[in-house]
Structures are given as structure tokens and as C-alpha cells.
């Protein structure tokens, strides 16, 4: 079973079933990590100021585009 394996670099089937555990053993970890991120969550505070901030922006944008497009300003600016 070794023996048919073996790649025309010489390679032995151990030396690449290591390489490939090595391989998934830093990305499990990985990936265990950026699940701790995502369920940790980010604090109130963070979340309201990405709120005031769209809304801010929305505000804004919609006197900047009136020139521009006229009644289809409040549309749009609500699908943004």
C-alpha cells in the first residue's frame, strides 16, 4: 500500500499524510478561533455607533443626491 503511494517526487505516503494533518490541524485551530470571535459578539456601545453612523450617512446622502436626482432621492437613499 506504501509503495503504490509514492509520488514521482519520492515522497512516502507518511511524509504527506503529516504534511496534509499538519494542514488541517492549523486550520481547525483557526477556525476555532474565528468561532470565539464570532460568538463573543461586539459590545452595545459598538453597535449603536454603527447605527447613528448609517443613519447619519443616510441623512447626508440625501441632501448631497437632491440636486442630482430629485424626488427619487428619499428611495433611494432608503434601499442604501
Avoid at 481547525?28 to 449603536?48: E, F, W
Wanted: net charge negative.
Amino acid at each position: 500500500f506504501t509503495d503504490s503511494m509514492q509520488t514521482s517526487e519520492n515522497r512516502s505516503c507518511p511524509e504527506q499524510l503529516k504534511s496534509m494533518e499538519d494542514s488541517i490541524r492549523d486550520m481547525a485551530i483557526s477556525i476555532g478561533g474565528l468561532i470565539r470571535l464570532k460568538s463573543t459578539g461586539l459590545p452595545t456601545a459598538y453597535d449603536s455607533f454603527y447605527q447613528t453612523a448609517g443613519l447619519i450617512f443616510l441623512v447626508m446622502a440625501s441632501f448631497a443626491w437632491s440636486p442630482d436626482m430629485g424626488w427619487y432621492t428619499p428611495p433611494t437613499a432608503g434601499v442604501i
